[in-house]
């Protein structure tokens, strides 16, 4: 969606290998985003912290958005653990983003 922070992204040097980055869309400070569009509306790799969000949502789960955003955001340690994506985030999404943080660094 937007030029990915390498300062930020664990092996950098595989960026190369992804297509997108020789996509013009793709490139800049907000790519195909607008800005303070919001963390909900970026597009995020899919893997399983997505995953269980997705099945805990469609199987109506009872957490609350904190919660889920646990779950969801808790690989994307770019967003929550290095300030990447500021410029995209909406004014709610630096309360979302302390819930994240507290569960992630709890764990480890």
Same mark, same amino acid.
């Given at each position: ?32 985003? =607008?800005?303070?569009?919001? /963390? ?7 893997? !399983? #912290?997505?995953?269980? *969000? %997705?099945? $805990? ?8 958005? =904190?919660?889920?955003?646990? /779950? ?7 967003? !929550? #653990?290095?300030?990447? *994506? %500021?410029? $995209? ?20």
């Amino acid at each position: 969606g937007c030029q990915i922070p390498n300062e930020a992204v664990v092996f950098p040097e595989f960026n190369k290998c992804n297509p997108d980055m020789s996509d013009e869309r793709y490139n800049s400070k907000f790519g195909v985003y =607008e800005p303070n569009c919001g /963390i909900d509306n970026l597009m995020w790799a899919w893997g !399983h #912290d997505e995953y269980m *969000y %997705r099945m $805990l949502v469609a199987n109506g789960t009872t957490l609350p958005r =904190e919660g889920l955003d646990m /779950i969801r955001f808790h690989s994307a340690y770019p967003w !929550h #653990d290095k300030g990447a *994506y %500021r410029h $995209l985030m909406k004014e709610e999404d630096y309360e979302r983003e302390k819930w994240v943080s507290a569960v992630v660094f709890a764990s480890e």
